[in-house]
């Protein structure tokens, strides 16, 4: 009993260190790749399917403002206020599960949202949630909100193939992410639910009136104050 209590303390010391280690790495280095990324090639690969990966890191300065208020507005716009967990959302879409007979979306925040795409794997087991509230912890501990931001944007899927702003800016719209106009922001911001399904260029109603709401809601938002 000894033998095994001291294996799980050596490997719950070695985790944290494992942890701690790469959230204060990324603290200041680019993400090179996501657990998601490896993921959706092998996917590729196993289909027979061409590769399709499109990843270039920018840095913050090289992103549109427009496209960090429109993720903002879209998604989270408790962001800088809360602690990498809105209590309010998480809330609110436990009632409306109970009130409603078909599947709501949830109240993941990008704080949670950055922490499963760098670090973890896709998926809806406790394990995976219990790890996710692990690494959403750290990073608002160690990294600032613009660090979480700029990080978000630059690893997530934002399309077929395609991971982060920049190559997200370029495939839709053929620009820089430097160069994002508000509409196609938020044209990008209102296909992140589902990226390999709807398309920011040439949208269909649901995503078209989605881009209407995010705009909306920029212009009403007011400054964007990230520490």
Wanted: glycine share 8%.
């Amino acid at each position: 009993m000894k033998r095994i209590i001291r294996l799980l303390l050596f490997i719950g010391a070695f985790f944290v260190g494992f942890s701690l280690l790469f959230v204060i790495l990324f603290k200041w280095a680019p993400v090179p790749a996501t657990p998601l990324m490896v993921i959706r090639s092998v996917q590729q690969i196993s289909d027979g399917k061409p590769l399709k990966w499109k990843h270039d890191w920018v840095s913050k300065t090289k992103i549109s403002r427009n496209l960090k208020l429109a993720v903002i507005c879209s998604d989270d716009q408790n962001f800088i206020a809360h602690g990498g967990f809105d209590l309010e959302a998480i809330d609110k879409a436990i009632q409306e599960s109970k009130t409603r007979n078909k599947r709501v979306r949830g109240a993941s925040t990008i704080s949670q949202q950055t922490a499963k795409n760098v670090f973890l794997w896709p998926g809806r087991s406790w394990v995976r949630k219990g790890l996710e509230v692990w690494f959403t912890t750290l990073i608002e501990l160690f990294w600032s909100k613009e660090r979480i931001l700029h990080v978000y944007l630059n690893s997530i899927e934002m399309g077929d193939g395609i991971y982060g702003a920049e190559a997200a800016a370029k495939a839709w719209f053929g620009t820089s992410a430097e160069k994002l106009s508000a509409r196609q922001a938020a044209a990008i911001a209102a296909i992140l639910p589902n990226p390999r399904k709807y398309k920011a260029a040439n949208p269909g109603p649901y995503v078209a009136g989605r881009i209407e709401w995010i705009l909306g809601q920029m212009q009403q938002y007011g400054p964007l104050d990230l520490k």
